[in-house]
């Protein structure tokens, strides 16, 4: 007996409505060429005018962390974030507190920009919407496309990275009495390059892709996370007081899952090299994490937390809300 058309298309159509959906975004805002150059460019001036008013602090935070490799030699006790930022301005001058902050614009544009968008591209594939109409997104989903988006990132970006450590890192060489290595970002990356050729500018690069995933992880995968929770928890609109939430909690998630790379990386990047441009410290990164750990103990994986966290918890606040900022300017949905 042949099939009712009519029926097996309304038992065909009913099942088809069970079937995971992608999100409204997708149909009513689909990616397009001019929406991906919008989130990429808005990120750029989100992270630049973010970095404008912590970047001391990162300063800080790469001092603190290598000089930790001299303190181990001296017995010296490394001072603390307040007290290495003093020590900054009154030895060197205040603009030290922006030592490398050229290298960190030209980063951002390719590491912060980067990093966003390729996150939005990927979580699109895992983003489904319930029997309630609303958009879900696993968490596993969401730390893994931050992971991948940071590691790609880091990866095209790692050069001006060790710039930047390298910028940030001069006026205490100095005060050593060490033969000044960098003086602008050409100079550096000129010097990195005379040192070891074009390998020598991917130094650290697995602490660094490491530490890069974690932090995307953190960052914007938590933000992403964080949005979609509260939103449902609190019944909140996609305003002000939710995006200033979530970013919070991202800054927070980004420090505590990073930091510990971030110590490797600085350290990698800042080691000595000879003429050969073999490194004189450290073979590479694990080398590096079992001595630092074996010498210096495990909490030291956390040196630097803590303006670690003061600027990156506030980073993510000015970033987020700028980026959001710029896509209502555009008449976009919130990020």
């Known amino acids: 007996m042949d099939k009712d058309p009519q029926k097996h298309s309304i038992l065909k159509s009913n099942k088809m409505d069970r079937r995971p959906q992608l999100p409204p975004v997708n149909v009513a805002e689909p990616l397009t060429v001019r929406l991906v150059l919008q ?8 992270a630049n005018f973010a970095e404008s008013f912590v970047f001391p602090l990162d300063v800080a935070k790469t001092r603190m962390q290598v000089e930790g490799e001299e303190a181990k030699k001296t017995g010296a006790k490394v001072p603390n974030a307040l007290a290495t930022l003093k020590s900054m301005v009154k030895n060197e001058g205040p603009k030290t507190l922006y030592a490398g902050f050229s290298a960190m ?10 990093r966003v968008v390729l996150y939005d591209v990927f979580r699109r594939q895992f983003i489904r919407v319930d029997e309630n109409k ?3 997104l696993s968490v596993s989903s969401a730390l893994m496309c931050g992971f991948v988006a ?3 990132a880091q990866a095209l970006a790692n ?13 205490r060489r100095r005060q050593l009495g060490h033969k000044p290595r960098v003086s602008n970002m050409f100079n550096a990356f000129t010097g990195i390059y005379r040192e070891g050729g074009l390998p020598s500018m991917w130094r650290g690069i697995t602490p660094s892709c490491l530490r890069a995933c974690l932090m995307t992880a953190g960052d914007v995968g938590t933000y992403d996370l964080s949005k979609r929770f509260f939103k449902n928890l609190l019944e909140l609109d996609d305003g002000l007081r939710l995006r200033f939430l979530s970013s919070m909690c991202a800054g927070l998630a980004a420090s505590v899952l990073s930091n510990p790379a971030d110590v490797i990386k600085s350290r990698v990047m800042n080691q ?3 003429a050969a441009g073999k490194n004189l410290t450290y073979k590479n990164s694990m080398d590096c994490l079992v001595k ?3 010498e210096e103990g495990i909490l030291t994986l956390y040196k630097g937390l803590l303006p ?12 987020w809300l700028s980026v959001e900022f710029l896509r209502d300017l555009e008449g976009q949905t919130g990020f």
């Open 39 to 46: 989130l990429y460019f808005n990120t750029f001036l989100g």
């Open 105 to 114: 614009v030209a980063r951002n544009l390719i590491f912060n920009s980067m």
């Open 134 to 136: 609303k958009e879900t």
């Open 150 to 152: 940071g590691c790609i």
């Open 159 to 171: 050069p001006f990275d060790i710039v930047k450590v390298r910028m940030q890192t001069e006026g």
């Open 272 to 274: 000595q090299t000879d």
């Open 292 to 294: 630092t750990v074996r």
């Open 308 to 319: 670690c966290w003061f600027r990156l918890g506030p980073f993510s606040i000015l970033f």
